[in-house]
Structure formats: structure tokens, C-alpha cells
């Protein structure tokens, strides 16, 4: 099977041995949280026997730095929104509220919409480029059989990983030590956000996760994550050994 192929009934490639999606409410920790200044939100931190830096976050946009919003979805509690057009993504919370992070989107041409769910999730993940990716930067054979984790890893500190009807869409929610990439085009489709912004979105997501990835929510949007051509390459070639499967 294509496995660019996410939405529109085209099949993805599937992993193997996977079951089936479960249509249920996610369990997720929906209440409202407090933030501290992102001085502490951003500050260097040790996780997992790896070393992430501070991010210098007053050379980021405060718009793209987490915070408490207003849902402007309408979605329930405990679903992902990403809206590509704004560089933003929303894990909705309780009380018409959402937590707000910065990301950063896909290259001209790589870009892509539609629905999903967080079937899997893994901390410090193994990333494999693909085929289509080594192909395209031959330099990346070396790691043919998997990077190995750390700080300079492109999926970085976690990878939540999205299934469509039980297949693989190869495509990520992940941290990336690329700072300075979020609010901007510059990853091959998939989802990037900041390190110490993914651990945050990781410990929220504890089931099953719907995930709806919009152009805009602001531009007549179809919030129903109606059909789209899928145009992106994915950038990873499969969920890890030891991820966790939400259930």
C-alpha cells in the first residue's frame, strides 16, 4: 500500500501485528492547570537520563508559548486540535478552555489535514527515517536501522504516534531541539514542538486521542476533518519497540 496515504480511503502502510482502533472517550487529564512563567516552563531540565537545555524562550513569539486559551474549537475535552495555518496546536480541556502550544508545520508541499488518533506514544523514541526520506538525503542510511534517543534527535524528547482506522499514518505529534523552527514551515509534515511543550502534552494524553489537524479554524474550516489529499512524506518508518499502546 502507498503509505502516504492518510485520508480519502486511500490506505496507509499499516504496523504489524496492530488491532483494530477502539472508539472511546479518551481518558485524559482535562482540568484547567496553572502555569508558571515560562522562565519555568522553558527552564533546563533532566528527564529520563537526558539533558535538555533552557530554551531561550524571549526570542519566541509569546503567542506560540504554552498557555490557557479559550477553545475556539468547540471540541470535546481531551481532544488534539492543530490549526496549520496559525502554527498552533490545542489539547482541549474542561470548561470551554484548551492548552495552547506553539508548533511547527510542514514544508511547501509537504503540508496535510485530516483526522486521526494518538494510538501510541512513546518517551525518548528510536527514529527511523523512511525509505522516501533516504532517498531524498542519502546521508541519513546511517541511521537505516534506527537513531538512537537523545536531545538532538529529530522526534526529541516524545512521539505521539497517529493511527487512522488501526493503520499507521507515519505521521508524528514530537518534540524537536529546533527551537527555532516553531511558528514556521519547516519540518516534513509532521507536528514538531518544543521539548519541555511535548513532555507537558504527553502527560495529558492517557487514552486513545482524537486528532483533528485543520488549515484554519478562523477561515471556514471543516471542523468535521473532512477528506484531504494527503501530500506529505512521512518522517518516521514505524512505531518503536517499547511504545506504550493507549487503550
Not at 15 to 44: D, E, K, M
Not at 152 to 174: E, I, N, Q, V, W
Not at 231 to 240: F, H, N
Amino acid at each position: 500500500m502507498d503509505r502516504r496515504a492518510f485520508l480519502g480511503g486511500v490506505g496507509a502502510l499499516g504496523l504489524a501485528g496492530t488491532l483494530p482502533a477502539v472508539a472511546q472517550t479518551p481518558r485524559s487529564n482535562t482540568t484547567v492547570p496553572t502555569f508558571a512563567g515560562p522562565a519555568t516552563l522553558y527552564a533546563a531540565v533532566t528527564d529520563g537520563g537526558h539533558n535538555l537545555p533552557a530554551i531561550p524562550y524571549e526570542k519566541i513569539d509569546k503567542r506560540f508559548l504554552r498557555q490557557v486559551v479559550i477553545d475556539p474549537s468547540l471540541s470535546k475535552p481531551g481532544t488534539i486540535v492543530v490549526d496549520a495555518t496559525a502554527k498552533f496546536l490545542y489539547f482541549v480541556v474542561d470548561d470551554g478552555k484548551a492548552i495552547r502550544y506553539g508548533v511547527s508545520l510542514g514544508k511547501a508541499g509537504f503540508e496535510w489535514t485530516g483526522k486521526a488518533n494518538v494510538e501510541y506514544k512513546k518517551a525518548w523514541p528510536v527514529w527511523t527515517p523512511p525509505p522516501e526520506m533516504i532517498e531524498r538525503k542519502p546521508e541519513l542510511a546511517q541511521y537505516a536501522n534506527g537513531m538512537p534517543p537523545g536531545p538532538k534527535s529529530p522526534l526529541g524528547a516524545r512521539a505521539l504516534y497517529l493511527f487512522r482506522d488501526g493503520k499507521d499514518t507515519m505521521y508524528r505529534l514530537h518534540g524537536t531541539p529546533e527551537w527555532s523552527s516553531i511558528g514556521k514551515n519547516a519540518s516534513s509534515g509532521c507536528v514538531r514542538m518544543l521539548n519541555q511543550d511535548v513532555i507537558d502534552l504527553y502527560s495529558r494524553v492517557t487514552g486513545p486521542t482524537p486528532v483533528n489537524v485543520v488549515h484554519s479554524m478562523y477561515l471556514g474550516a471543516n471542523m468535521s476533518g473532512g477528506p484531504s489529499s494527503p501530500t506529505t512524506e512521512p518522517i518516521d518508518a514505524g512505531v518503536p519497540e517499547g511504545a506504550e499502546r493507549l487503550e
